[in-house]
T-cell receptor, first 116, second 117 residues
Framework: GAVVSQHPSRVICKSGTSVKIECRSL??????MFWYRQFPKQSLMLMAT?????????EQGVEKDKFLINHASLTLSTLTVTSAHPEDSSFYIC????????????FGPGTRLTVL | AQSVTQLGSHVSVSEGALVLLRCNYS??????LFWYVQYPNQGLQLLLK??????LVKGINGFEAEFKKSETSFHLTKPSAHMSDAAEYFC???????????????FGQGTILTVHP
């Protein structure tokens, strides 16, 4: 149980285009999902907290107009990188909280974004 | 404020040797503590967690960790390393502030474990 998927696993796009990444909880409902960014050889940086049916809460320094987050259902959150630039190239990982299980986040497999 | 420090960005052991990955934390409230493992180009997999109760926590793949409040530590150990243990390991903390059952995780910098034959 507690499986989180992400799609696509890998995407290459041209500079200026927008890319959408999906995060799904496959066998549970997730009222809260988190989006992280990981640069090579570095730790995870929390970008935003996504709550179903409400606006995402962004961490300081994260551009909300650039990284659009939608949590339309209890099993799906999407991250859209708008007008992507090469500096947006990174590994994006989502996580979800399982029901009433205290504190534990379950992570998706990640999406490798490369912007040319 | 809370923080997590992992001592040693790289640890190298021989197959069959003891694995010890160090994690120290700082938190103004009782912490929940986690160890995650990440294989190349993959997400994070939960190894084990401490919330309350027994301070020695056993996880998957033979790993265990002990919460030591007096030392503000949560070191990860495994008696005998396997080649398949080679990966990056992250220690993480969530403040146990009561009320909400979920919240932000603060991650350590990560430790890359290399296992030699």
């Amino acid at each position: 149980g507690a499986v989180v998927s992400q799609h696509p696993s890998r995407v290459i796009c041209k500079s200026g285009t927008s890319v959408k990444i999906e995060c799904r909880s496959l066998d549970f409902q997730a009222t809260t999902m988190f989006w992280y960014r990981q640069f090579p050889k570095q730790s995870l940086m929390l970008m935003a907290t996504s709550n179903e049916g409400s606006k995402a809460t962004y961490e300081q320094g994260v551009e909300k107009d650039k990284f659009l987050i939608n949590h339309a259902s209890l099993t799906l959150s999407t991250l859209t990188v708008t007008s992507a630039h090469p500096e947006d190239s990174s590994f994006y990982i989502c996580s979800a909280v399982v029901g009433l299980e205290v504190a534990t986040q379950y992570f998706g497999p990640g999406t490798r974004l490369t912007v040319l | 404020a809370q923080s997590v420090t992992q001592l040693g960005s790289h640890v190298s052991v021989s197959e069959g040797a003891l694995v010890l990955l160090r994690c120290n934390y700082s938190s103004s409230v009782p912490p929940y503590l986690f160890w995650y493992v990440q294989y190349p180009n993959q997400g994070l997999q939960l190894l084990l967690k401490y919330t309350t109760g027994a301070t020695l926590v056993k996880g998957i793949n033979g790993f265990e960790a002990e919460f030591k409040k007096s030392e503000t530590s949560f070191h990860l150990t495994k008696p005998s390393a396997h080649m398949s243990d080679a990966a990056e390991y992250f220690c993480a903390l969530k403040a146990n502030a009561g009320g909400t059952s979920y919240g932000k995780l603060t991650f350590g910098q990560g430790t890359i474990l290399t296992v030699h034959p």
